[in-house]
């Protein structure tokens, strides 16, 4: 069975450049999360989809970052524009609930460095 | 104050060593405690839940101390692909992630 599935595996910007990152989760799982982990620090979560719609997105910072999830399936997360900061890895989650929060299985990430 | 905060690191023992991680967390109705292991370069994965009563799993032991809001994580007879870093973990609805402690377990 295949797990998440994300891309890309890594990239590079240029500050106050646009840039999306993209999710498939494992199959059937209806609940989507999006982490970002900064150097050094635990993931920290930035929004939770159960089927298309948004629980929680109270972590997201809603000035530069959107986040989607049309179908109920796959997801992007987009940052525009992006600053040095959000240099970090951003990985997305599923499960196939949001009640078992033992159940979530992490794809591999995203790596984005900002110059 | 963080919400989950671990013993800063890294960790560096030699193979055959018992090494213990400690960590503490601010919300005291938090209802589910893990650790998780992950790799360089890699994503989080679920080593072990922790219960009051305390769980193993081999060379691991987890422990929780609700009075005291304190998590503990102990590895008997380190390996050398023990070497990661351990995120300590607390859950009240979403899981929050401790900032990890690196081990490095040397020949």
């Known amino acids: 069975e295949a797990g998440v599935v994300q891309s890309p595996r890594y990239k590079i910007i240029e500050k106050k450049q646009p840039v999306a990152f993209w999710c498939n989760p494992i199959?059937?799982?209806?609940?989507l999360y999006w982490y970002r982990q900064n150097l050094g620090q635990g993931p920290e979560l930035l929004i939770r989809?159960?089927?298309?719609?948004?629980?929680?997105d109270s972590q997201l910072p809603k000035d530069r970052f959107s986040a989607e999830r049309l179908k109920g399936v796959d997801s992007t997360l987009k940052i525009q524009p992006a600053e040095l900061g959000d240099s970090a890895v951003y990985l997305c989650?599923?499960?196939?609930?949001?009640?078992?929060?033992?159940?979530?299985?992490f794809g591999p990430g995203t790596r984005l460095l900002v110059l | 104050r963080k919400e989950v905060e671990q013993d800063p690191g890294p960790f560096n023992v030699p193979e055959g060593a018992t090494v213990a991680f400690n960590c503490t967390y601010s919300?005291?109705?938090?209802?589910?405690f893990f650790w998780y292991r992950q790799d360089c370069r890699k994503e989080p994965k679920l080593l072990m839940s922790?219960?009051?009563s305390g769980n193993e799993d081999g060379r691991f032991t987890a422990q929780l101390n609700r009075a005291s809001q304190y998590i503990s994580l102990l590895i008997r007879d380190s390996k050398l692909s023990d070497s990661a870093t351990y995120l300590c973990?607390?859950?009240?609805?979403?899981?929050?992630f401790g900032q990890g402690t690196e081990l490095s377990v040397k020949p």
């Open positions: 989650a599923s499960s196939p609930s949001g009640r078992d929060l033992l159940d979530q299985y």
């Open positions: 199959s059937g799982h209806n609940t």
């Open positions: 989809y159960e089927n298309e719609e948004a629980v929680d």
């Open positions: 919300n005291s109705a938090s209802q589910s």
């Open positions: 922790v219960y009051s």
């Open positions: 973990v607390v859950s009240g609805g979403k899981l929050i």
